[in-house]
């Protein structure tokens, strides 16, 4: 049983580069979400993504940011044009189809480091 | 909007001492009610949780109660140990079926032999 996994761990980078993530859920995991967490902070919801369709994104979000789960499997968050306030820990969760319950789980998390 | 206030940390107890880590919340409807903890260097997992009025969600010793009135769902546990250093973090689903989570700040939990 393998668990939700992030590539990569560690990313760093210079403002004003392009970064991607990728995310890929556990198998069978309809529902996957994004989630932004600061130092001292906790976990700030981002997107969500049911199969392959993107029902919500938060404000948060900003055009810069972009999401896709192509074929309602893995997910790629790109960030554009990165600033230093994108510096950040990137969490990915999935969780089944509701009828199996709410809990979501949750990746080690992707760390962005912007120079 | 929906929102988490969790206690202030961080909490320094002595091992077998009694844990509670406040959290109220805000939300409209019927949320569900976490609690996840995030031990050094891993991911976060959820520790437990309760989905109505006056449940109880428990796990490894740790326990919350579900009050509507107060809206509350402060975690407890009887006898903390070293190993339950980690940062707590409180958080709701709304009543909907997609379950976004908002989250608390979190508490940091250091436990001392």
């Known amino acids: 049983d393998t668990g939700v996994s992030q590539d990569p761990r560690h990313k760093i980078t210079k403002r004003g580069q392009n970064v991607t993530f990728r995310c890929d859920p556990i198998?069978?995991?309809?529902?996957l979400y994004w989630y932004r967490q600061t130092l001292g902070q906790g976990p700030e919801f981002l997107t969500y993504?049911?199969?392959?369709?993107?029902?919500?994104k938060s404000r948060l979000l900003s055009d810069r940011f972009s999401a896709e789960r192509p074929k309602g499997s893995f997910s790629t968050l790109e960030i554009q044009r990165t600033e230093q306030g994108d510096s950040a820990m990137y969490l990915c969760a999935s969780s089944p189809p509701p009828r199996l319950g709410n809990e979501q789980f949750f990746g080690p998390g992707t760390r962005l480091t912007v120079l | 909007g929906n929102s988490v206030t969790q206690m202030e940390g961080p909490v320094t107890l002595s091992e077998e001492a009694f844990l509670t880590i406040n959290c109220t919340y805000t939300?409209?409807?019927?949320?569900?009610l976490f609690w996840y903890v995030q031990y050094p260097g891993e991911g976060l997992q959820l520790l437990l949780k309760a989905t109505k009025a006056d449940d109880k969600g428990s796990n490894k010793g740790f326990e919350a109660t579900y009050r509507k009135e107060t809206t509350s769902f402060h975690l407890e546990k009887g006898s903390v140990q070293v190993s339950d250093s980690a940062v707590y973090f409180c958080?709701?689903?709304?009543?909907?079926?997609?379950?976004?989570?908002?989250f608390g700040q979190g508490t940091i939990l250091t436990v001392h032999p």
């Open positions: 939300a409209t409807g019927y949320p569900s």
């Open positions: 958080a709701l689903s709304p009543g909907t079926s997609y379950g976004k989570l908002t």
């Open positions: 198998s069978e995991h309809n529902r």
């Open positions: 993504f049911q199969n392959e369709a993107q029902l919500e």
